[in-house]
């Protein structure tokens, strides 16, 4: 599928601003373009026209763009953007450590959130073309993760993982045994833009663990090498 095919969800209260990022994006050859003005329109739009992914505003007048995203994370793991005027490290760091895949704020240069979205998308749905060296399940204990489905089993219970988390953990299993530095990790997940996003990569290892462990405040399988990245244990750990 051509990554300009997938839909897109805007979500900002401002119609001005949706229908120039719209603007944007079918200039760029994005023509599934969908978008709402609140909370509660989104919820109903997403029903509806069941986008691919979400472009989010954090301030929306019937609620916020975090309690947004925490409901559409309750039925997809569509991969979301934060697009927002609140520039605060901690709003950023909150937005993205829920899981988000990338935070912009405004205002923004058009060609930059082009090209965030579209690196979002292929790293989203296209995510292990070429992994033909890779198996496509791997197993931890009593733990099986399949790739191709994007899911953890454990105990009889599915867990979805998100885009964020399979790509770091493919990075990890791609070197299994080996460390795999903060940086690395932070690269295979965000891309060329990883700079600042250790401290998010820790929560999404959190994340992680409390899918793949047994104990995740003692983890056996996705183990810290302190001050320099994680390591996936090989099976003789």
């Excluded at 992994?131 to 191709?148: I, P």
């Excluded at 690395?184 to 998010?200: H, I």
């Amino acid at each position: 599928m051509d990554i300009h095919q997938y839909k897109i969800m805007l979500v900002d209260d401002n119609q001005d601003l949706r229908e120039m990022i719209a603007g944007i994006l079918r200039q760029s050859g994005f023509e599934n373009i969908t978008a709402a003005g609140s909370v509660a329109e989104a919820l109903e739009v997403f029903h509806r026209e069941k986008p691919d992914m979400a472009v989010l505003d954090v301030m929306l007048p019937d609620g916020d763009g975090f309690r947004l995203f925490q409901k559409l994370r309750e039925e997809s793991q569509i991969p979301i953007l934060f697009l927002s005027a609140r520039d605060e490290d901690r709003d950023r760091l909150f937005g993205l450590g829920l899981g988000a895949d990338d935070y912009i704020t405004k205002p923004f240069l058009p060609p930059e959130l082009v090209l965030r979205i579209t690196a979002i998308l292929k790293r989203s749905y296209q995510f292990g073309k070429e992994k033909e060296k890779q198996e496509s399940t791997l197993r931890l204990g009593d733990c099986e993760v399949l790739f191709d489905y994007g899911i953890a089993r454990r105990q009889g219970k599915e867990l979805p993982l998100t885009a964020k988390e399979l790509a770091i953990l493919t990075k990890l299993n791609e070197n299994r045994g080996k460390i795999v530095t903060f940086d690395a990790l932070c690269s295979a997940a965000w891309g060329d833009s990883y700079y600042g996003y250790e401290n998010t990569l820790m929560v999404h290892i959190r994340h992680l663990r409390e899918k793949l462990e047994e104990d995740p405040s003692h983890p056996r399988w996705l183990l810290t090498a302190r001050g320099l990245g994680y390591r996936l244990a090989k099976e003789n750990v």
